[in-house]
């Protein structure tokens, strides 16, 4: 008779070096996602390869276990975001697949390479916090505190009645030493030099705003999304005001203001594709020596090209939340009759006109009535919207388009800053080069509220100066300057920046001219078929860059 | 067969989804057949596909009473008009739009505030023709010449010279009037007498020229072009300084350009492209028994729009979109469907797709684009 006990036993084993051979099998494969990601890295970019090389050293075994235990990162996902708070040299923030992250810090000199996973990244951030907070406490004690009342009348809020105490301000030392805005006078235009409320926004309630200020010799470009009732009539002064405060409550609106103007020229966000040269690295060490980051842009032209590229991702992220009505500065195609006329007029008036923008999407006014029809042109500040016509098509078409735009934005649009669509007023007559036709102008006016016509007439017959195309010597270096930018279309902002720099002779020109003329000098090019750049929305992107930076820098 | 509110289903998404409201089909039949009846007896003629009734104002919810009242627009191919839907009961029930246990023979629906006198003038204009076939163009250029020069003119005497000047020019210069050619402006001077005249431009294709419209009447009677509500056969219009080879000059603008990068083989419809536009106008003549069917046809280019649009979007406008489109019957054939796009900012692909659906629909004879 079989011992049942010897079998049990005989199985017991068996299970054990099961189980053992389980265990030791995921002893050896603690993080395989993340070692088969980092094997399989194809780009070239050489700073994410040196950041490979030191993620793989055994000091980071720690490191990769934490990230393992959450998600793997792609590393041949093209956003990674470059974001150099470390004020020696870049930081790169690598996002695994649930948004935890890594940072890697490279100095500038040295190349040493410094790996810190979130939490490291927290505790740092929470001790140098403790320190600041322990040092201004220490001053605060000193200093004491001081109450402050601010009489000043065009400070709209402490005019209303009941809000006086709003006016009074206690003023605490330790705010002073943490942040060298505490005194910044929202209503003075010199200190916020720059209040952008962008056409953007969503429902009834969000707004995305950029704020750049200036004070005590400090300079800040903030930018980031409120949610405000847009039905409320607010001044300007009154939405800085809110947008502040909501600012002011973020850690990170602590934390970018203590910076000190002597680190800021290390801060920049950009999306970094690996394998890209866009991207400054570190310089390799000539004769032993190390290299600075090469960036030829002073600061106030780095804070532009800051603003722009948020300006843009804040767009581009926004149109991919699909919202329920929005604009764009941006367009399609020039092929057919009546393309041309349109975009001029569009963006003479976008990059002119705050709050404007074009092909503005408004639910149930298309063709089936269930679905977007689309304005030509929409104002989110002033509420005016226009269609486009050409003078033979005629403002009666024109006309019946406007009103069912307006009446549907009315019902179905988040209300525009002035409170109500309407149909556009205000729009004054212009002369437009007519691009490819140098015996015409573009005559653009608005007989009727929301309608704007356009005619070709001769430019003999034009009432005031026929607008003349860029000179040929400087037409040529922006043709030329956008042809090789349309080889490498990356850093657009910083390089178009750079260019107008270099080139005050053609900044000063585009800056006195109309808006529409750095597009006709494009269009003129492609309609007369000389290099066939301005074929596509990136030659109009780069002519609405390059305007907004040369009226700007 | 068409009626003003054809997409039922579409009036109860719109309902539903933006003012948190149910509209029931039993209501929307029974309104939709009594305003479509007045409509037609107003106008005297039939429906051609492009009125469409939709939803006015900032809050354009239903008042309830004895007489209730929702504000609405009405499209009609010659432009917009304001009005108000109104509907009372024998009974005295006050129907709610959501009610499903409509009796029909109860509601009375209808439209309140008509202007029955300018429903009936615009309805009648010509299609094509040289002066204003939108009467809100004809209101706004008659408003804006009295603004502009001076000059008081009325919409009904431009109505009248209207028919008699279109084919005054279509004789004179052997040009067929389209939607490529049109009076667009009224200018000084004006000479009044036994034979007045007043200033014009014409708008051919690309360019403009001067124009001069001439007057007189049999009777005797001198006319200014401020007089309203006298026989229009009473006067004989004509036109002077017609210039034909200039107008055949921006006629042959782009005959020689390839107006689209692509070409169909074997497609089941004769296509022709003469020139692409903003303001994209087709003219497709429906293959026999095809006629009465345009609502359908209509809807499936309309979804295939929406489609298309909607693809776009989700890769930011990558494609560009189509701003809006319109199809309607023409008003005189029946077999004759007019389809205005404005193409936004959509490139040829566009077309490539929306020749194709025409393909598939199998329903054209000939599609012009002009």
């Known amino acids: 008779m079989k011992n049942p006990l010897k079998k049990t036993g005989r199985l017991g084993i068996v299970l054990m070096l099961v189980f053992g051979l389980f265990l030791s099998s995921c ?193 800040r470009y903030v930018y980031g999304a409120k949610w405000i009732n847009r039905r409320e009539v607010k001044t300007r002064e009154e939405i800085i005001f809110d947008l502040w405060n909501a600012y002011a409550e973020t850690i990170y609106g602590w934390n970018y203001l203590k910076l000190p103007q002597t680190v800021m020229p290390k801060m920049k ?93 408004i639910p149930t006014a298309g063709s089936s009535g269930i679905r977007a029809g689309y304005a030509d042109i929409a104002n989110t500040i002033t509420g005016d919207m226009f269609e486009i016509k050409s003078v033979k098509t005629g403002q009666g078409a024109a006309f019946s388009d406007i009103v069912n735009y307006v009446s549907l934005a009315g019902r179905f649009c988040p209300p525009p800053s002035s409170g109500t669509w309407r149909l556009g007023m205000g729009y004054t007559t212009r002369y437009l080069k007519y691009p490819g036709d140098l015996g015409s102008v573009l005559m653009v006016w608005s007989p009727a509220p929301g309608v704007v016509l356009y005619n070709k007439i001769a430019a003999s017959n034009s009432p005031v100066p026929v607008p003349v195309l860029l000179p040929d010597n400087l037409a040529q270096k922006i043709k030329d300057f956008i042809k090789s930018l349309t080889i490498a279309p990356v850093d657009l902002e910083r390089k178009i920046t750079q260019f107008l720099r270099n080139n005050p002779d053609v900044r000063n020109y585009i800056k006195a001219a109309a808006a529409a003329l750095i597009i006709a000098t494009l269009a003129e090019d492609f309609l007369t078929g000389g290099g066939g750049i301005f074929n596509d929305a990136a030659s109009f992107n780069l002519a609405r860059i390059m305007w907004r930076v040369a009226s700007t820098i | 067969m068409l009626t003003l509110i054809n997409d039922k289903e579409g009036w109860q998404t719109i309902f539903n989804r933006y003012l948190h409201l149910e509209i029931s089909v039993p209501f929307l039949n029974c309104i939709d057949q009594q305003l479509t009846q007045q409509y037609l007896n107003i106008i005297d003629r039939q429906l051609t596909g492009k009125e469409r009734l939709y939803l006015v104002d900032t809050l354009p919810l239903p008042k309830y009473d004895n007489i209730s009242t929702i504000p609405m627009r009405i499209v009609v191919p010659q432009g ?35 202007d029955e006198k300018k429903w009936r003038r615009w309805t009648r204009m010509p299609d094509k023709s040289l002066l204003f076939w939108d009467g809100i163009q004809l209101e706004y250029t008659v408003g804006h010449t009295e603004k502009d020069y001076e000059l008081k003119c009325s919409a009904y005497f431009f109505e009248c010279a209207n028919r008699p000047i279109s084919t005054f020019f279509e004789k004179s210069t052997g040009i067929k009037v389209n939607h490529n050619i049109k009076i667009t402006d009224i200018t000084p001077p004006y000479q009044k007498g036994e034979v007045s005249s007043i200033g014009l431009r014409v708008y051919v294709v690309d360019g403009s020229s001067p124009l001069k419209l001439c007057w007189r009447s049999r009777s ?64 497709m003549v429906l293959k026999k028994g095809m006629v009465h069917r345009e609502v359908e046809l209509l809807e499936r280019i309309y979804s295939f729009i929406d489609s298309y649009n909607d693809n776009s979007e989700k890769k930011h406008r990558k494609y560009g979109v189509v701003h809006n489109a319109n199809g309607y019957l023409d008003q005189n054939r029946e077999n004759l469907l007019h389809l205005e796009i404005d193409i936004g900012s959509v490139g040829p692909d566009f077309f490539k797709k929306l020749f194709k659906l025409f393909n598939d629909l199998d329903a054209f004879e000939s599609v012009t684009v002009d």
């Open chain 1, 269 to 361: 966000i950009l999306w970094v594709e690996p394998g890209s040269t866009c991207c400054p690295a570190p310089q390799k060490p000539v004769g032993g020596g190390g290299g600075a980051i090469p960036d030829p842009l002073s600061e106030r032209d780095r804070l532009l090209v800051e603003r722009l590229i948020a300006e843009d991702d804040a767009e581009d992220a926004f149109l991919a939340t699909k919202p329920i009505c929005y604009g764009t500065g941006r367009t399609g195609n020039v092929k057919f009759n009546g393309t041309i006329e349109h975009w001029l007029i569009q963006f003479d008036y976008v990059t002119t006109v705050a709050g404007g923008v074009r092909e503005y999407s």
């Open chain 2, 220 to 283: 005797g009677a001198i006319y200014t072009p401020s007089d309203e509500d006298f026989d229009c056969g009473d006067l004989e219009f004509w036109l002077e300084d017609l210039q034909p080879a200039y107008y055949m000059k921006q006629i042959n603008l782009y005959k020689d350009t390839p107006q689209l990068p692509f070409a169909l083989k074997n497609l089941n419809y004769q296509l022709t492209v003469n020139l692409i536009q903003t303001d994209c106008r087709m003219e």
């Open chain 1, 27 to 219: 002893k050896k494969e603690i993080y395989p996602s993340l070692k088969k990601d980092l094997l399989g890295y194809q780009g070239s970019n050489p700073i994410v390869q040196d950041v490979i090389a030191e993620l793989k050293k055994p000091q980071h075994n720690e490191l990769l276990r934490r990230l393992g235990q959450h998600g793997s990162i792609n590393w041949n996902d093209p956003k990674i975001l470059l974001t150099t708070s470390f004020p020696d040299g870049l930081s790169m923030r690598f996002y695994s697949a649930d948004s935890n992250y890594f940072d890697a810090r490279i100095n500038a000199q040295t190349k040493a390479i410094q790996l810190l996973d979130r939490t490291q990244l927290q505790t740092e951030a929470a001790k140098a916090n403790a320190q600041m907070q322990q040092a201004s406490i220490a001053k605060a004690k000193q200093m004491g505190r001081k109450t402050t009342s601010n009489t000043d009348p065009n400070w709209p809020l402490c005019n209303q009645p009941g809000a006086e105490g709003m006016c009074q301000q206690t003023i605490d030392a330790e705010l002073e030493i943490r942040d060298p805005f505490y005194d910044l006078d929202l209503s003075n235009r010199e200190q916020v030099y720059s209040f952008v409320q962008t056409k953007l926004f969503y429902g009834d309630f969000f707004a995305y705003f950029s704020l750049a200020l200036r004070n005590r010799g400090y300079e």
């Open chain 2, 80 to 114: 917009v008009i304001e009005t108000t839907i109104a509907w009372r009961s024998k009974s005295g029930r006050i129907y709610h739009i959501g009610d499903h246990d409509i009796n029909c023979n109860d509601l009375e629906c209808y439209f309140a505030d008509l």
